[in-house]
């Protein structure tokens, strides 16, 4: 059972312009969301976090927006950069320490 | 340096053999955390520590993998009569401390090392 999913496995986007990444969950019991990008051969990096309390969290270029009712949570970056090219994984927890994770979607930023 | 330490970077072993997996968290960390990446997928939350002792270790696949960490620090993750099916991405993370269960409180950001990447031939 998938508790967080990612239905997009690939986004291809010019450089400059905005990415939006889509993750949606199942779990109500979830309030904290997490988003991190992975290099290859690297570890997940943590990019930014969004607690149920709020709708939005904004950090430089990276934006996560939650939607509650919808279960859906969105990272968006602006502008976008070709260095931004990598796996980006949501994640979920609940009032415990173990994080879900969505499968991931590859992102690639055209020059 | 000041992330997370995991080595070996990379294992190969035959089927049968008993592994064993280092992780060594950021300085000042509680908590510590394993997670296996298989390809194409998302990692998969192993066990937790809050200082020594295994807070959840529900995720473990089996009783073939055991977890410790003896003096709250460095952690070792032990995988007995490994079969090719355990062949993945082995992911150590920590962060400043576990989320209160009973609490609501904030929570903390994992940070991840690169992992192992374990070959069972």
């Known amino acids: 059972d998938q508790q967080v999913k990612q239905n997009s496995p690939s986004l291809s986007v010019q450089e400059g312009r905005i990415s939006i990444l889509n993750c949606d969950y199942t779990n109500s019991m979830f309030d904290y969301f997490l988003w991190y990008k992975k290099y290859p051969a690297e570890g997940p990096t943590f990019l930014i976090s969004i607690s149920s309390i709020k709708d939005k969290n904004e950090d430089g270029r990276f934006t996560v927006f939650l939607n509650k009712s919808a279960k859906h949570l969105s990272l968006h970056i602006v502008p976008s950069q070709p260095g931004d090219s990598a796996v980006y994984f949501c994640?979920?927890?609940?009032?415990?320490?173990?994080?879900?994770f969505g499968e991931g979607t590859q992102l690639t930023v055209n020059p | 340096g000041a992330g997370v330490s995991q080595t070996p970077s990379n294992k190969v072993t035959e089927k049968g053999k008993y592994v064993e997996l280092r992780c060594d968290p950021i300085?000042?960390?509680?908590?510590l955390y394993w997670y296996r990446q298989s390809l194409g997928q998302g990692p998969e939350f192993l066990i937790y520590f809050q200082g020594t002792g295994a807070a959840d270790d529900s995720g473990l696949p089996n009783d073939r993998f055991f977890a410790v960490r003896p003096e709250g620090s460095v952690s070792t993750l032990k995988i007995q009569r490994t079969e090719r099916g355990d062949s993945a991405v082995y992911l150590c993370a920590s962060s400043l401390r576990a989320r209160d269960r009973v609490i609501r409180s904030t929570g903390q950001p994992q940070h991840f090392g690169d992992g192992t990447r374990l070959s069972i031939l």
């Open positions: 994640a979920a927890s609940d009032r415990g320490s173990r994080l879900t």
């Open positions: 300085s000042g960390h509680t908590a």
